[in-house]
């Protein structure tokens, strides 16, 4: 719009926005048809800062799945090192993402209660990166409610078991690498330009080497790490790998390796991911 002004009519069907020499007749219906918002009967709230929130929905939004009981992200109240913290963990079968973070207060989380997939997205929208503020949630009758600054977002949360997830992270693990992240990233976007959908990971003494093979053509490059363990090969989508390293706060993750066949687990501060070999 040309005019820094904008003028709101109210219409008996509708609104009329004016400015300067444009002219919009927008439809609407009667406020009695809007659905009514349940009440809040809340078990107590909690704060925590809002760019806290905002990574936990970033470095887990990603890897939530489609099918009933993997369609949204899981909430959970942990005690690390005898501070309470909310963890989110979401998954699609393929991968599996977990972050954490402090919070003040007392509430309780509603079992057996996901949010949804479009909630996380409308909220990490709303949310600023860096924000200062204080956010303040608590759990309702299947919904949740989040205020902060002049906002209130409401949502209703979904109905569903989320698998297990502490039954399949590895407790033991025989190789272990520290790998710098950005150096790690530029090689896996590197090889998906031949257009790869399976890239292979041969962890060597003081050495990386990605190898990838597609329509374009063949990919080999190598890095500098740190390994603990013997050398072994492992074939992974990459673009479970980009998604994870597009998210993760530090200069370097660690990857724990099971085997040529198993999970493999990434961990950077406050957070890890679980994600399958390929065959």
Not at 16 to 29: M, N, Q, T, Y
Not at 154 to 171: E, K, N, Q, R, S
């Amino acid at each position: 719009l040309e005019e820094g002004v904008i003028r709101l009519v109210s219409l008996p069907a509708g609104v009329e926005l004016r400015s300067g020499r444009a002219v919009f007749s927008i439809p609407g219906f009667p406020h009695e048809e809007y659905p009514p918002i349940l009440a809040f009967a809340t078990g107590g709230s909690a704060r925590m800062a809002a760019v806290d929130l905002f990574s936990l929905l970033e470095q887990t939004s990603f890897a939530v799945g489609g099918s009933p009981g993997i369609n949204g992200a899981y909430l959970e109240i942990v005690e690390v090192a005898g501070y309470k913290r909310l963890r989110m963990v979401a998954t699609d079968g393929y991968r599996l993402a977990s972050a954490e973070a402090v919070f003040d207060g007392e509430v309780t989380v509603t079992p057996r209660m996901l949010v949804p997939r479009k909630a996380l997205a409308a909220l990490q929208r709303l949310l600023i990166r860096g924000d200062d503020e204080v956010v303040e949630w608590s759990f309702g009758e299947g919904a949740i409610r989040i205020t902060w600054a002049t906002q209130v977002f409401w949502c209703t949360l979904i109905d569903g078991v989320f698998p297990d997830y502490h039954a399949i992270v590895p407790t033991q693990h025989a190789h272990r690498a520290r790998v710098r992240v950005s150096d790690l990233a530029n090689m896996l976007r590197r090889a998906r330009v031949v257009r790869t959908r399976v890239v292979r990971f041969a962890f060597r003494n003081g050495s990386l080497a990605i190898e990838s093979a597609g329509d374009s053509g063949k990919m080999v490059e190598s890095m500098s790490i740190e390994l603990e363990g013997g050398p072994i090969e492992v074939n992974f989508q990459p673009r479970y790998w980009t998604d994870v390293l597009a998210v993760v706060r530090g200069d370097y993750v660690v990857v724990e390796l099971t085997g040529t066949l198993g999970t493999c687990v990434v961990r950077d501060t406050d957070t890890f991911y679980l994600i399958a070999a390929s065959l």
